[in-house]
């Protein structure tokens, strides 16, 4: 491993715990249910490549995207799996997501078309998932009116493309149980209206409906964060801590009282204390709205974060915190020692969820990941 990642700030991600978080998921559901992994956004952040090596270990179905080009990027790795582009693409993207033999995820009629339009084009017929808005409002057929755009879709779906799934998408999986079962009585009232034929892949499950509602199942589920370590909600079981987030100490000073620190000087020290600057800052992707808020473990203790967050560095104060030295390991995300600074911690803190801390991580932070023997 080459030091030169670690000299000023990057992200650990273990691989084992991916591994085994995603083998949770199939023990929750079962093992005859097809694994969807959703690796939308650089697999949450953490890496593509990295993310699909670790999960085609567990021979999957095929992998979830959200755009053309996160398709394009897995087949460039090799991966010759399905790939589902979930998420609805611009008219312009359509004939890109089917040059990479991706399966589209549509909408509507006109989606459709387009996707017919651009496979006529080709030599064979693009897969496709219709995707039922039951309650999630962002895209699919309206659950209710089955029976008004049940007929065009199947005379299209039967001819002309490879009519391989039906999905919806949970709103609040995440909340509880009660919202879920409403939109999978939708589902099935779209589905009973629709009658697609026999061998349509039906999925509805993301991470939180996998483990709250695994008897929902469906053919296949399309499991997210939970995989890179983010929490479903509360009562459900909690994945294994995949990211640890690092920086180093680059500066150690002293501050007399009424010292400022930060921007706008929104931190003033009551007391003479010692303040130690991190390498890290907003430009890395450490949410903003964690200044006065978050911490960091220093020398295994806790190290509030003072003052507001930097683009570029971040300031803890150390006082009592003996023994630290410029040049330091300071964890934002992880542990050190006996204390634990959680993922999902830190998205409470900063007033959002996981999804948004992972995948805010900027390039500049390099992605190091552990555990990789024997793949
Ligand atoms: C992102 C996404 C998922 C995965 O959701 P998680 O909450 O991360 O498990 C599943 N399905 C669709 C359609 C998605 O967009």
Redesign the pocket.
């Known amino acids: 491993m080459s030091t030169q990642l670690k000299d000023r700030a990057w992200i650990e991600v273990r691989a084992n715990a991916l591994l085994a978080n995603a083998e949770a998921i199939v023990a929750s559901v079962g093992a005859e249910a097809l694994l ?1 992994p ?1 690796v ?1 956004a650089d697999a ?1 952040g953490l890496g593509l490549e990295q993310a699909v090596r670790q999960l085609e270990r567990l021979n999957p179905w095929g992998f ?1 995207v ?1 755009t053309a080009q996160e398709g394009v990027d897995l087949r460039a790795l090799g991966v010759s799996r399905p790939v589902v582009v ?2 609805p693409l611009s008219p312009t993207a359509v004939d890109r997501a089917v040059a990479a033999d991706l399966q589209i ?1 549509v909408s509507s009629l006109e989606g459709l078309e387009a996707v017919v339009n651009a496979s006529s084009r080709g030599s064979r017929k693009v897969g496709v998932h219709v ?1 039922i808005d039951t309650g ?1 409002g962002r ?1 699919g057929f309206d659950w209710r009116s089955a029976a008004e755009w049940g007929p065009a879709l199947k005379r299209v779906c039967e001819t002309d493309v490879d009519w391989v799934g039906c ?1 919806t ?2 709103h609040s ?2 909340e509880g149980a009660a919202a879920c079962h409403d939109q999978q009585v939708r589902f099935s009232q779209a589905l009973d209206a629709l009658q697609p034929p026999s061998g349509v892949l039906l ?1 509805l ?6 483990m709250r509602l695994p008897e929902f199942g469906g053919g296949a589920v ?7 370590g ?1 929490s ?1 909600g509360s009562g459900l079981p909690r994945p294994d801590a995949v990211v640890s987030v690092h920086a180093r100490v680059v500066h150690i000073h002293d501050a007399m009282v009424n010292d400022t620190v930060g921007y706008g000087a929104t931190h003033r020290a009551q007391a003479p204390s010692t303040w130690a600057t991190l390498s890290i800052g907003y430009g890395d992707g450490l949410p903003r709205a964690l200044g006065n808020r978050g911490a960091a473990l220093v020398s295994g203790r806790r190290a509030p974060i003072v003052g507001r967050i930097s683009m570029d560095v971040t300031v803890v104060d150390i006082t009592g915190i003996g023994g630290v030295s410029v040049g330091d390991l300071a964890t934002l995300i992880g542990t050190d020692g006996d204390k634990c600074i959680t993922l999902d911690e830190v998205a409470r803190l900063a007033d959002t969820i996981s ?1 948004e801390v992972l995948t805010g991580f900027t390039p500049r932070l390099p992605r190091i990941w552990t555990g990789l023997d024997g793949c």
Not at 205 to 210: K, T, V
């Open positions: 969807i959703m939308k949450y979830g959200a979930v998420s995820g995707e999630m895209a999905y998408h949970l999986a995440d999925h499950l993301n991470s939180a409906g996998s399309r499991p997210g964060i939970f995989l890179y983010g479903v999804y």
